[in-house]
């Protein structure tokens, strides 16, 4: 089937909607959307279920030809009739979130026109999908986590959203499983594997992905993404990391930075690192042998962004014995238009960190 480029834009909107309330809240919670029975992933155990309850617009439809290798992406639900169609969705009052909304055209309607249309979010943040030619609005998955722990993303404040622009897990190769088991990311994330040929590419030589629990450190990082890491050569190298943001414009981005030693050096039992953000020093930490239980997390909030790109260096302190290193990195700008486009699939997930002060009515709207 021939590539479709999506964008995605994330908008925020002042007036508080009506909607519909409930006498229960689901921590976690995925919908399969258009699909007629429930079902369970076998790799993350995972229950997905009908949106009947959740909404009463729409049609169901099963993607008959589709590569989607993600089951609940071969249904969708359209919604030809009506300039606004929502899900109702039960939400804890002051808690935070991950919601992530996932979109297959499939060309669904046979006419190889993939739509655009708005995702808006309680009327105070929507998504624009946006490709060629303006058709009927459709959506195939929601899922979303309700965040626990004061210091899950701790710099985030009230009344805010993040919208993710990378999550990355270094070191990692294509073989390293997008989505992890509920039991090793109880956040539900989706860490994207890269290698980068310039820097070490530390791995623990056998399968981490059964290793079924999280960390306690900042964010509950798993360990499956924890035995990966890039490592410079040398003390005297650094680790030059360039982001690129869909948005070119000003904008105020938050960095997470994830870090773990698993590789045992003789008579060392740690080493320190400096994060620069643009040439700026930003924070020093001490990365401790991971065996003794220790796995620093380092969130940087906020970082001004002006043209679109910022650099990200990682240095060893003088003195240090040993090369600088970097397990995991997550991006995200706060409340700001963003575009997205699909590479190398006809379909996206666009994932926003959110605070919700309301049960969260979700809906899709014609253009």
């Given amino acids: 089937m021939e590539i479709w480029s999506i964008n995605v834009m994330v908008l925020v909107f002042v007036a508080l ?3 519909q309330a409930y006498a229960y809240t689901k921590n976690t919670l995925n919908i399969d959307c258009g699909a007629t029975t429930q079902s369970e992933d076998n790799t993350t155990y995972l229950r997905w279920e009908t949106d009947d309850e ?6 169901n439809e099963f993607l008959v030809f589709t590569n989607a290798s993600f089951y609940p992406m071969k249904t969708l639900r359209s919604f030809p009739i009506g300039d606004k169609n ?14 992530r909304a996932g979109f297959y055209y499939g060309n669904h309607d046979n006419l190889l026109k993939p739509p655009t249309f708005v995702l808006e979010v309680d009327r105070k943040l929507s998504v624009t999908v946006t490709t060629s030619l303006d058709h009927v609005p459709f959506i195939s998955t929601i899922e979303s986590q309700q ?3 004061k210091d899950t993303y701790k710099l985030m404040q009230n009344h805010t959203a993040l919208y993710l622009e990378k999550r990355i897990n270094y070191g990692a190769n294509e073989t390293f499983p997008e989505r992890l088991s509920i039991d090793a990311d109880e956040f539900n994330r989706i860490w994207k594997p890269e290698e980068i040929p310039s820097y070490r590419s530390l791995t623990p030589g056998f399968d981490v992905t059964i290793t079924g629990w999280a960390t306690h450190s900042e964010n509950y990082p798993p360990f499956a993404v924890l035995w990966y890491a890039i490592e410079a050569y040398n003390s005297s190298e650094s680790i030059f990391l360039p982001v690129t943001f869909q948005e070119k414009k000003s904008q105020a981005a938050y960095f997470v930075f994830y870090f773990a030693s698993f590789v ?3 008579n060392i039992t740690s080493r320190t690192v400096s994060i620069y953000i643009d040439g700026e020093e930003k924070v020093l930490t001490e990365i401790p042998d991971a065996y003794k239980g220790i796995f620093p997390v380092v969130s940087i909030y906020p970082v001004n962004t002006t043209n679109g790109t910022v650099n990200v260096t990682i240095s060893a302190v003088e003195g240090s014995p040993l090369p600088p290193l970097l397990c995991a990195m ?12 699909a590479s190398d699939h006809d379909y996206i997930n666009f994932s926003l960190v959110l605070v919700f002060f309301l049960v969260l009515s979700l809906s899709l709207s014609g253009l």
């Fill in 54 to 59: 959740y909404t009463k617009t729409g049609n």
């Fill in 264 to 266: 045992y050096y003789p």
């Fill in 17 to 19: 909607p009506s909607f």
């Fill in 147 to 149: 965040l626990y722990g």
């Fill in 86 to 99: 929502c899900y109702n969705l039960p939400f804890e009052p002051q808690a935070k979130y991950i919601l």
């Fill in 330 to 341: 997550e991006v995200f700008t706060t409340m700001s238009e963003v575009v997205s486009k």
